[in-house]
């Protein structure tokens, strides 16, 4: 099931993570970069994207990099999770990022750079391409 945390309306296409972000530690706020090795993403950018993965992790200075990273125009232009933490929660509602929470079945259907969208506030539906 499908729960908006932020609303909004996107259509992108998705980056997907199987790992967690820590966003404070993860992603260079001027260039949106995933800066660790030891991350499925490392060296992606989340600029632009629809930014899937299963949750964030970290500190609550993390929402102030979420902040950041949308500030310099690096951020995604959406982010969907199984789970959202605090630190993401606060830093979406922040930045203005739409921020949605799906299931795990939801979560295994999306495929990194599938196109998707949603808007929602005309619907409650998730639309692949």
């Known amino acids: 099931m499908k729960k908006v945390l932020v609303?909004?309306?996107v259509e992108g296409i998705v980056l997907k993570?199987?790992?967690?972000?820590n966003f404070l530690g993860t992603v260079d706020k001027k260039t949106g970069i995933i800066s660790d090795r030891n991350h499925d993403l490392f060296e992606k950018s989340v600029k632009d994207t629809i930014l899937v993965f299963p949750s964030g992790v970290g500190s609550s200075v993390g929402a102030y990099t979420i902040y950041s990273i949308k500030s310099n125009n690096t951020a995604p232009l959406a982010m969907i999770c199984q789970k959202a933490d605090l630190t993401v929660a606060t830093g979406c509602a922040l930045a203005n990022?739409?921020?949605i929470t799906i299931s795990d079945e939801?979560?295994?259907?999306?495929?990194?750079?599938?196109?998707?969208?949603f808007d929602t506030?005309?619907?409650?539906?998730?639309?692949y391409q």
Do not use: A, R, T, V
């Open 106 to 117: 939801e979560f295994s259907s999306i495929k990194n750079g599938m196109k998707l969208s």
């Open 97 to 99: 990022i739409p921020l």
């Open 17 to 21: 993570s199987e790992n967690s972000i």
């Open 121 to 127: 506030d005309s619907s409650n539906q998730i639309h």
């Open 7 to 9: 609303s909004g309306k």
